[in-house]
C-alpha cells in the first residue's frame, strides 16, 4: 500500500489527558487503573477511568449530543492542537474533503441505561429527552466529531469490538486511494457503561485486580476508557524528523468463536502477515510489537501463538493495557497512537502489572521500559468473531 502521513495525533485515556500526560505517564510505568467507581456500579475490579470528561460541558450548538461518550470525544479533540489541525485541513482541501472514520462498540449506551433509571413508572416509556440517535446509536460518535470539526466530507462508524478503531485506518486508506477524500480523521471512542462493566462479568473475564497481560497468574481484563484520533493525508513531497506513517495494514476474520479467539491465533497469524506484505516488510524489520494482550487465559496464549510463530522469540514487545485498560472499540487507535509515541521518543514501553511471564508462551516481553531508536512498530487489535486488524507504522527518516 502507499503510506499514509499521521500528520497529527492525539490520545486521552486514564493514563493522561493528551500527549504528554500519556507519555509521562508511559515513561515512569505508572497505570491509571483504579478500584471501581463508576455510576452505581457493584463490582470487585479496577477501571482505566477519565475523570475530567464528566466536568465537560459540549457547546451549546452540539447540546443534543451530550452524553458521557461525546464529552470525551470533545475532551479528545481540544487536545494537542488537533482540532486547530483539521480545521487547517479543511481551509486547504475544503470540508466535504476530509472523511470522518470513528470506531466504538458501546457508542453513548450509557445515556440510555441513565434513561432506564428514569422511566415512567406507569407506562415503562423512557424520558422525553433521550436523544438516542445523537448519543446512544453507534454512529452517533462519528456524527458528533463530524460536527463539532464542522467537516461535511463522508463519515461511518466501525463497530467491529476490540478491533474497531485499528479498521478506521483502513477505511481512510480506501477513500483517499480511491480519491474521494484528501484526508481523514480516524481513530476512537469507547465510555465506561454498565453494559459493558456487567456484561464483561457475566463472561467471567473481569480481573479483580488491575489486570496483568501475559502474566502467569492472569485472570482478566480491566475495562478502561479512552479518545484517541489521527489525520491522515497523503505523504507530501518532503517530511520532517519526527513524520510518521502508516505503512501497513492486515485484516482478517476467523469467525472461531462469538467471544473466543482461535486457539492457535489463525486470524492473528493472517492479519499480521497481511500487514507485513502490505508494508513490504519481513517480520525481522519490525522493532516492537504493542500486543492485543488483554489478559484473557486464551486471548494471551492465541495471539502469543501467532506472533512466536511469525517473529519467534526475538521482536520485543508489551501490551499497554496495564496501564489503561482495555479501551474497548477505541483500543486501536488508543494504541497506534502509542506507538506513534514510541516511535517519536524511541520508548518501548513496558507492560505495566506483569510480575511473572507465563513461560509457555515465548516472547521477548518486556517488564521494564526500553530506549532505543525505532523505524517499524506493530500494533494488533483483535475483536470478538475473530475480528482482527494489525497496523504496521514508520519512522519516516
Known sequence: MRPLLLSHY????????????????????????????????????????????????????????????NRLSQLGLEQDQFSQAVEQAAARWGRQRIGVFIGT??????????????????????????????????????????SALGLCGPAHAVSTACSSSAKTFRSAQHMIEAGWIDAAVVGGVDSLCLTALYGFNSLELLAPTPCRPYDVARNGISIGEAAAFALLTRVPPSLDSNAILLSGIGESSDAHHMSSPHPDGRGAYQAIQQAL???????????????????TRSN???????????FGHSVPCSSTKGATGH?????????????????????????????????????????????????????NAFGFGGSNCCLILSRAT
Open 10 to 69: 492525539t490520545a486521552t485515556s486514564s493514563i493522561g489527558v493528551g500527549l504528554d500526560a500519556s507519555l509521562d505517564t508511559l515513561r515512569r510505568q505508572a497505570s491509571g487503573l483504579t478500584p471501581c467507581q463508576f455510576s452505581n456500579v457493584d463490582l470487585e475490579t479496577s477501571i482505566g477511568k477519565v475523570t475530567r470528561c464528566e466536568q465537560l460541558t459540549l457547546p451549546s450548538a452540539l447540546a443534543a449530543f451530550d452524553c458521557r461518550n
Open 105 to 146: 462498540s458501546t457508542s453513548g449506551i450509557h445515556e440510555t441505561e441513565l434513561a432506564y433509571c428514569q422511566r415512567d413508572p406507569m407506562s415503562g416509556a423512557l424520558p422525553a429527552q433521550l436523544d438516542y440517535r445523537s448519543t446512544h446509536a453507534i454512529y452517533a460518535v462519528a456524527e458528533f466529531v463530524r
Open 277 to 295: 506484505a502490505s508494508a513490504e516488510l519481513d517480520a525481522d524489520e519490525i522493532d516492537y510489537i504493542n500486543l492485543h494482550g488483554t489478559a
Open 300 to 310: 494471551d496464549r492465541a495471539e502469543g501463538n501467532a506472533v512466536s510463530q511469525i
Open 327 to 379: 479501551t474497548l472499540g477505541a483500543a486501536g487507535g488508543l494504541e497506534a497512537v502509542i506507538c506513534a509515541l514510541a516511535l517519536r521518543h524511541g520508548l518501548m514501553p513496558a507492560g505495566v502489572g506483569t510480575q511473572t511471564l507465563d513461560p509457555e508462551i515465548d516472547l521477548n516481553y518486556l517488564l521494564s521500559n526500553r530506549q532505543q531508536p525505532l523505524k517499524h512498530v506493530l500494533s
